[in-house]
């Protein structure tokens, strides 16, 4: 709460902050919340890249509610003593919880600033939440016509609603690369993703830090360059070793293992999965989740092949899936015009199935929602990578 919504304090602007903070414990350390004077939050990255915005009505909310009904007046700057009475008493009406001690000045324009006993303001008001003139309330403007008349040269238009033209405003955001092709150009969509490079992955998409490059707890990851993703997804309970004390990190991940894997980052739901092989797995529970999401698809036959190793293109889908991302070819339509920019990779183009789940997951970009309330993305620009 704030005392006036359209010019936060200092110290209000840093509650907001802290509030991002703490509603999003796993942003990299390096960002950049802006708090804009109306409580409008901008989030860039350390290079300035913007990464999301949250409107100011999701982050604040004035200390004061307005009065249901405006007060009329005769002269809405220059309000009489009884005027400025019934409005401070509509106040009260509409904050019932004020404290008994708080002061309520009411302003001639009818703008409302209430104080503690200590002076601190508790909230504003603005003329517009608190007064109309009485002039124009239920009268009907008169204009000049030659229709409908009711007085000599002038007619009446009643019931006349203006509607300004708004533009739909689109939720906007910043996607960050979270896999990478070889160094031969390629890809290789049909492979299989190692346990290490699942557990990078899923490292990158939820922003865990990568600092920590210590050696594992386990007896075969102690050096190598997954050291540090290892340990991001270990301490925040995403993947765990083998009772020998091994994670093998250069070992295929299992469907079953994936589907494990999201299971703690993902909603929780009751659905039984329909596959006939997955009765009694071991992972039978995280399979049934992540079935009732719409992460995965099974097989012609009916099966799901729990111990079949995952593809790098299957694990993308999912992952885009879990994480909200999806560009299609109306998204990425200008972008591909003109592919200097894009990634391109030696062994994939536009007919293999999963091409533009692994453009999304292969550029770091700004987006716009095509359509407020679902994930269709339309691209704004394409970040090479420094």
């Known amino acids: 709460e704030v005392a006036d919504p359209s010019n936060l304090t200092p110290e209000e602007k840093k509650a907001v902050e802290d509030a991002v903070k703490k509603a999003n414990p796993n942003l990299p350390q390096d960002l950049n919340i802006d708090v804009a004077d109306d409580g409008t939050v901008t989030v860039t990255d350390k290079d300035g890249k913007p990464i999301g915005t949250i409107p100011a009505n999701k982050t604040v909310k004035p200390a004061l509610n307005a ?150 707890m386990f007896n075969d990851s102690k050096t190598g360059w997954f050291t540090s993703a290892i340990n991001a997804v270990f301490k925040n309970g995403i993947m765990k070793g083998y009772k020998d004390g091994n994670f093998r990190p250069n070992a295929k991940i299992t469907r079953a293992e994936f589907a494990q894997m999201i299971m703690n980052i993902d909603k929780p739901n009751s659905a039984v999965a329909t596959f006939k092989d997955v009765k009694g797995h071991w992972a039978e529970a995280a399979i049934n989740q992540a079935f009732g999401n719409g992460r995965i698809n099974g097989y012609p036959d009916g099966t799901f092949r729990p111990d079949a190793p995952i593809t790098r293109a299957e694990a993308v889908k999912i992952a885009n899936s879990l994480m909200e991302r999806s560009v299609d070819i109306v998204g990425l339509k200008e972008k591909l015009a003109n592919p200097t920019m894009i990634s391109r990779f030696s062994d994939l183009d536009s007919t293999h199935w999963a091409y533009y789940e692994i453009m999304e997951a292969t550029n770091d970009h700004q987006f716009e929602r095509r359509v407020n309330g679902l994930v269709d993305e339309d691209w704004l620009q394409i970040y090479k990578e420094k």
């Open 67 to 216: 009065p249901t009904t405006p007060v009329e007046v005769k002269d809405p700057s220059n309000l009489t003593p009884e005027e400025k009475e019934a409005v401070k008493k509509a106040v009260k009406d509409a904050n019932p919880n004020l404290p008994q001690d708080a002061n309520i000045d009411v302003a001639d324009d009818g703008t409302v600033t209430v104080k503690d006993k200590d002076g601190k303001v508790i909230g504003k008001l603005s003329p517009d939440k608190t007064v109309k003139d009485i002039n124009s309330g239920g009268q009907t403007p008169i204009y000049p016509g030659n229709r409908d008349r009711d007085i000599s040269g002038w007619f009446f238009y009643k019931d006349i609603e203006v509607k300004k033209e708004e533009q739909e405003v689109h939720e906007r955001g910043y996607h960050e690369v979270y896999m990478y092709g070889y160094p031969d150009g390629t890809f290789r969509p049909n492979n299989n993703i190692t346990r290490a490079e699942a557990a990078a992955m899923i490292s990158r998409l939820k922003g865990y830090s990568l600092n920590d490059t210590s050696a594992p």
